[in-house]
């Protein structure tokens, strides 16, 4: 059905439109009371909970930042059985992020390129809306029902000077990490001028440092802290994040990110050019990203999880990851082309994988 609802009507929608009615469709489901009745049909099996990040993980299978940029539909959300949630990019200040249209689909390739520029209400204004989600989940667990872990993606305010950055993701960290489950350091979305830069050692080693102590004293607890890096990252330079991580003692690493590569796309190179710059996503991302893993596996201890994005739109995808070394795996762009019930699809193979392995 949703197959169908997707050729007939998302297609013909502004994909940026698409989204807000999507959200909007699961957000009125839940003020029905569609959200037990979801709940029930796409719960995660028991056997699917994991523990990472010194965290219980109802399945190793969550949605990647990008799509909740400001905690509004968490709960709704959850109820589709994700096991997490990232939300986010999250800046220290409210901003539009870039003119529209920002956000094109490369159907052919079951792709997205997008350019979104972390359009988001701010630190601030998020915060009270986890709050909340957090006395939700907590009411949720002692029912013994379907609970996810909440993380927060955290980047820098387009205006703040490169040379300012690690300012402006303190006051995001001081703001948000009292209220995750843990936190994201994104220094690798394409859509943020000179943002990349960041990636750097020299200006990553003091970002991640800072950050990490700064969430720890506001939240008066360790939050699990990661980075998340992109897969344009020549090998030498995965090699010199994974020393880093593990000099610093950083929990994990997010691998990875949206690329600038326009290789081994099917569709019309007339249709590619016309949606511009941004960030690619989707089943080309797959091999890069899964080189990215195992290459970050082989280098950091066991005990320093990585959470492998890219290109994942099946059960098998997912259980291709935890065994090339992923603690969690996310997905995104096959959300929007297989929908609301993926997650559930994704969880039920995965059980059957994982048994039969």
């Given amino acids: 059905m949703y197959r169908f609802v997707f050729k007939t009507v998302f297609t013909r929608l502004d994909p940026e439109k698409a989204h807000h009615l999507v959200v909007s469709g699961l957000r009125l489901s839940r003020r029905l009371g569609g959200g037990r009745v979801l709940e029930r049909l796409c719960r995660p099996d028991e056997s699917l909970q994991i523990r990472a990040l010194g965290l219980v993980w109802p399945s190793p299978f969550g949605l990647a930042a990008g799509f909740d940029k400001g905690a509004t539909s968490v709960l709704p959300l959850a109820h589709l059985g994700f096991g997490h949630i990232e939300i986010g990019t999250v800046t220290a200040a409210a901003q539009p992020g870039n003119p529209t249209p920002r956000l094109f689909r490369l159907v052919e390739d079951r792709a997205l390129i997008n350019r979104m520029g972390f359009n988001n209400d701010g630190a601030e204004e998020v915060r009270p809306r986890l709050v909340q989600i957090r006395e939700q989940i907590s009411r949720l667990k002692r029912a013994g029902r379907h609970a996810p872990v909440i993380g927060v993606n955290i980047g820098k305010t387009k205006v703040t000077p490169l040379e300012h950055a690690t300012e402006d993701y303190l006051v995001s960290a001081r703001m948000l990490a009292p209220v995750a489950d843990y936190l994201v350091v994104n220094v690798s979305s394409p859509n943020t001028p000179g943002l990349r830069q960041l990636q750097e050692i020299t200006a990553l080693r003091p970002l991640l440092a800072a950050v990490g102590a700064e969430a720890d004293d506001a ?31 950083l929990d994990g690493v997010i691998a990875t990110n949206t690329t600038i590569s326009r290789e081994d796309l099917h569709s019309d190179p007339e249709q590619v050019q ?54 969690l795996v996310q997905g995104y762009t096959a959300f929007v082309y297989e929908g609301p019930f993926w997650v559930r699809r994704i969880n039920r193979d995965l059980r059957s994988l994982l048994r039969s392995g």
């Fill in 219 to 249: 939240a008066q607890r360790h939050v699990p802290l990661l980075v998340k890096i992109a897969p344009d990252l020549a090998d030498s330079d995965v090699d010199a994040v994974a020393e880093l991580v593990s000099d610093l003692g």
């Fill in 274 to 327: 016309a949606a511009g710059a941004g960030g690619l996503s989707g089943p080309v991302l797959a091999e890069r990203s899964k080189q990215v893993l195992t290459r970050l596996r082989a280098a950091l201890p066991r005990t320093t999880a990585i959470i492998s994005v890219g290109g994942v739109t099946s059960g098998a995808d997912v259980a291709e990851r935890l065994a090339l070394g992923a603690d």
